[in-house]
């Protein structure tokens, strides 16, 4: 089963908790054990899994992204995005989260996060939940 998610990003750097909508998808699947893949097909998006219970964790993360990956360092890419580009290949654009007992197995304090590294726009992730 495959679906997709919409997000719609509303500055460059932003990190988006789309948690329940990816256990929508698990629920609407009744796969009761198997993995959900979350996967996005964007160049300057990633996928990742972080504390989502304080708003802080998030915003420190775009923070320190910020300053690891400055937006002007002298790139050779001329559509003016290679830190959005590189942001991407560091955090990764897809996850795996097993599903166990028709859940998605994730820590108490973990959510999954699209990160938009070259916003605002507006995006797709595919959630792909197979089955065993
Ligand atoms: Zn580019």
Same mark, same amino acid.
């Given at each position: 089963?495959?679906?997709?998610?919409?997000?719609?990003?509303?500055?460059?750097?932003?990190? +988006?908790?789309i948690?329940?909508?990816?256990r929508? +998808?698990?629920?609407?699947?009744? +796969?009761?054990?198997?993995?959900?893949?979350?996967?996005?097909?964007?160049?300057?998006?990633?996928?990742?899994?972080?504390?989502?219970?304080?708003p802080a964790?998030?915003?420190?993360?775009?923070?320190?992204?910020?300053?690891l +990956?400055?937006?002007n360092?002298?790139?050779?890419?001329?559509?003016?995005?290679?830190?959005?580009?590189?942001?991407?290949?560091?955090?990764?654009?897809?996850?795996?989260?097993?599903?166990?007992?028709?859940?998605?197995?994730?820590?108490?304090?973990?959510?999954?996060?699209?990160?938009e590294?070259?916003?605002?726009?507006?995006?797709?992730?595919?959630?792909?939940?197979?089955?065993?």
């Amino acid at each position: 089963m495959l679906e997709v998610i919409t997000v719609t990003t509303h500055s460059r750097n932003e990190m +988006v908790d789309i948690t329940s909508k990816v256990r929508e +998808v698990v629920e609407r699947s009744e +796969v009761k054990e198997g993995i959900c893949v979350i996967y996005t097909a964007h160049t300057t998006a990633a996928i990742t899994i972080n504390e989502n219970a304080d708003p802080a964790v998030p915003q420190d993360i775009t923070s320190f992204f910020n300053k690891l +990956v400055p937006p002007n360092a002298g790139y050779k890419h001329a559509e003016g995005n290679s830190d959005s580009h590189i942001k991407t290949t560091l955090v990764s654009p897809s996850i795996t989260v097993i599903i166990h007992e028709g859940k998605l197995l994730l820590g108490t304090w973990q959510g999954i996060f699209f990160c938009e590294y070259d916003g605002p726009r507006t995006r797709k992730v595919f959630v792909k939940v197979v089955e065993g």
